[in-house]
């Protein structure tokens, strides 16, 4: 196990702002173009202009593009520069071609998704974490296509999912890309009553997705060793977990060889009285594992262990 691999609660007083960035070019209008060129090319001949388009995007972003290279030494540490290079070139490649399908194929209802899934691994896991009819908590990160994963799973799930997400700084935005099915819901963490809302799907015996390997910049992060050196991680998942009763899912979607979608399903981790920090745990060496496995599909475009204590 990496050093420091104990979850420790961020220090009082600490500024722990998230460090994600946002471009110019996240913008309703730009988004529109994209989907409407992606929309008009077959899916295999809009996969290979993705991937054209996301090796140009790693020339004109220095900032991401060493971000992503500092990301991938600690993940590759026994990589050449040239293979890490490639590496990097290959992740903003794979991103392009996550977006280009978030244009097409996320923004359609779930039932009319299977030719894009491959295979579903561990599906019974979640018929395991649904035995007790407490709802699941499925975690995913930012790795292959996790909007996607929210939508393959509410079709193999079957009941309600609530798909949690950061608040997107333009409102329409937000909306284009997140609109409500039958069965699927958006919920934004600018919602006052979100945690509440959740809890009660969760009573109702319903699905929450949320993301896991972002810190929220709040105190309630915590640090947990992640490939060798402790990194923030947020907690209020296994705290909604532990109040609702609810198992954790760790899951996951990656893109395969064949350019269709595999859903890997985890085994459900309990989240007892104080034991939040022990689940988070779990939860980020299964992380961690994945990573390892396909670290060109691991989208933090941000310097992800910062200074090693949390902070921007």
Do not use: K
């Given at each position: ?6 979850a420790?609660e961020?220090?009082?007083?600490v500024?722990?702002?998230p ?7 996240n913008?309703?209008g730009y988004?529109r ?6 929309g008009?090319?077959p899916r295999?001949v809009r996969?290979?202009a993705a991937?054209r388009?996301g ?8 900032r991401?593009?060493?971000a ?8 590759l540490?026994?990589a050449?520069p ?6 990097v070139?290959d ?7 996550c ?12 039932a ?5 899934l491959?295979a579903?691994e561990?599906?019974?896991h979640?018929v395991?974490?649904r ?8 975690l995913?990160?930012?790795?292959g296509?996790w909007d996607?994963a929210?939508r393959?799973?509410a079709?193999?799930?079957g009941?309600p999912t609530?798909v949690v997400?950061?608040a997107?700084?333009e409102?329409g ?19 006052a ?5 959740l ?5 109702r ?6 993301q896991?390997d972002r810190?929220?910049g709040e105190?309630?992060?915590a640090l947990?060793g992640?490939?060798g050196?402790p990194?923030?991680f947020p ?18 979607c990656?893109?395969?060889e ?7 399903i985890?085994?459900p ?7 939040e ?11 961690e594992?994945v990573?390892r496995e ?10 992800v ?8």
């Amino acid at each position: 196990m990496p050093s420091g691999a104990g979850a420790v609660e961020a220090e009082p007083g600490v500024s722990t702002h998230p460090r994600w960035h946002s471009h110019g070019l996240n913008r309703l209008g730009y988004y529109r173009l994209a989907a409407l060129a992606a929309g008009a090319l077959p899916r295999p001949v809009r996969l290979a202009a993705a991937r054209r388009t996301g090796r140009l995007l790693a020339r004109a972003l220095p900032r991401e593009r060493r971000a992503v290279d500092r990301n991938l030494g600690r993940i590759l540490p026994a990589a050449s520069p040239a293979v890490r290079a490639r590496a990097v070139a290959d992740t903003f490649a794979r991103f392009a071609c996550c977006f280009s399908d978030l244009l097409v194929l996320n923004r359609r209802r779930p039932a009319s998704l299977a030719g894009a899934l491959a295979a579903v691994e561990g599906r019974e896991h979640l018929v395991q974490a649904r035995a007790a009819r407490r709802g699941v908590i499925l975690l995913t990160a930012h790795l292959g296509n996790w909007d996607l994963a929210g939508r393959l799973l509410a079709r193999h799930h079957g009941r309600p999912t609530h798909v949690v997400l950061s608040a997107e700084r333009e409102a329409g935005l937000e909306a284009y890309l997140r609109r409500d099915q039958p069965g699927l819901r958006f919920v934004t963490r600018r919602q006052a009553s979100a945690a509440l809302d959740l809890w009660a799907a969760l009573r109702r015996d319903e699905m929450v997705a949320m993301q896991a390997d972002r810190a929220t910049g709040e105190r309630g992060d915590a640090l947990v060793g992640f490939f060798g050196a402790p990194a923030a991680f947020p907690l209020g998942p296994f705290v909604l977990a532990r109040a609702a009763g609810a198992p954790v899912v760790p899951a996951f979607c990656l893109m395969t060889e064949d350019d269709r979608y595999r859903l890997t399903i985890e085994p459900p981790i309990a989240v007892r009285g104080g034991g939040e920090h022990a689940a988070l745990e779990a939860t980020v060496r299964a992380l961690e594992r994945v990573v390892r496995e396909h670290p060109t599909q691991w989208f933090n475009f941000y310097d992800v262990w910062a200074d090693g204590r949390g902070r921007p």
